[in-house]
């Protein structure tokens, strides 16, 4: 358990529904659309990155992979990954994004 403890926050099971009750807390008062589109925005970054660390796999040889369904399954599977990481209080970029949403509405109004 004490190698757990050093994890960084964000690697613990445990601390997953935690993290998704604090980030609903925080989205209790804001606008739902804007918020939508950060949080996507965030996912679909996180997804990029994602991608770009699988990159180098496809060349490998393994017995237990290869074929064009894997490049197209690793793709959903990346996805998931990156929505998942979001949903469970992301890597803050869509806190950023939203304040910065909010303050373009301001300055057009």
């Known amino acids: 358990m004490e190698a ?3 994890l960084p926050t964000y ?6 529904p935690a993290a998704a009750k604090a980030a609903a807390t925080a989205e209790a008062g804001r606008d739902p659309r804007a918020w939508e589109a950060a949080k996507e925005f965030e996912s679909q970054f996180v997804s990029t ?3 770009s660390m699988f990159q180098g796999l496809e060349d490998q040889e393994n017995p237990f992979g290869g074929g064009p369904g894997e490049t197209m399954f690793r793709s959903l599977l990346v996805d998931q990954y990156s929505k998942q990481i979001t949903a469970s209080g992301g890597i803050g970029l869509a806190d950023d994004v939203y304040r910065e949403m909010l303050k373009m509405q301001e300055v057009s109004q």
Request: charged share 0%; hydrophobic share 65%.
């Open 11 to 16: 690697m613990h099971m445990s601390s997953a």
């Open 4 to 6: 757990l403890a050093a």
């Open 49 to 51: 990155l994602f991608q």
